[in-house]
């Protein structure tokens, strides 16, 4: 079993910045694909960002690109996500996502283990 927790968010204005931290336990975090998403009410979840077991290549949402940074340390088991210019349209419930695969994927289908999320909200 794998479990996932996120913190980090919070309340910000439009231009502002958060870092999203998920602390992983379980089994080897080295050996999975790690993902962020979001969802909105009424919405589907979509990815933001993912990146390999790695850490070698990432992959981000067009709406995110140079403005969010998702990155990993293995050695202690933490994904994280950097989120500068933040925008009203980012608000949403952030879930951090681990897959039992090194390779990046982006459809929700493919992640086993989900976090509880962490809610972002960015005011005008």
């Known amino acids: 079993q794998v479990r996932l927790v996120e913190s980090g968010g919070g309340q910000v204005q439009t231009g502002g910045s958060l870092r999203l931290s998920c602390a992983a336990s379980g089994r080897p975090f080295s050996t999975f694909g790690m993902g962020w998403f979001r969802q909105t009410p009424g919405a589907e979840r979509e990815v933001v960002a993912a990146?390999?077991?790695?850490?070698?290549?990432?992959y981000y949402a067009d709406s995110v690109k140079g403005r969010f940074t998702i990155s990993r340390d293995n050695a202690k088991n933490m994904l994280y996500l950097e989120m500068n210019g933040l925008k009203p349209e980012d608000t949403a419930v952030y879930f951090c996502?681990?897959?039992?695969?090194?390779?990046?994927?982006?459809?929700?289908?493919?992640?086993?283990?989900w976090g509880q999320g962490t809610q972002v909200t960015v005011s005008s």
């Open positions: 996502a681990a897959r039992t695969a090194a390779a990046i994927e982006t459809w929700r289908s493919g992640y086993a283990y």
């Open positions: 990146i390999t077991s790695s850490g070698g290549n990432v």
